[in-house]
C-alpha cells in the first residue's frame, strides 16, 4: 500500500476542485460538494493521513488519482 501524502489544506481544496467538487461553506471547516458527494475538510496545517483518506473515501477519490489532482 502507497503512504498517503501529508498536505495542507489548501492542497486538498484545490485537488477537489480539479475533480469538480466546489465549496458550499467555510468556516473551521471546508465543506465542498460536487452535487453527489459531500465532503468535509478541516482548516489543518497538515492533514494528518488518517484524516485524508477519510476525506478521499467521502469523495470517492483513489489516491492515485488524487496524486494526479495536486
Do not use: N, W
Not at 2 to 12: A, F, G, I, N, W
Amino acid at each position: 500500500m502507497t503512504k498517503l501524502p501529508q498536505v495542507s489544506h489548501e492542497c486538498v481544496v484545490r485537488a477537489l476542485k480539479r475533480a469538480g467538487f466546489y465549496v458550499l461553506r467555510e468556516g473551521k471547516h471546508i465543506s465542498m460538494t460536487d452535487e453527489k458527494h459531500i465532503v468535509i475538510i478541516p482548516r489543518h496545517h497538515l492533514i494528518k493521513p488518517g484524516t485524508l483518506k477519510q476525506i478521499l473515501d467521502a469523495a470517492e477519490i483513489t489516491l492515485e488519482g488524487f496524486k494526479d489532482l495536486l
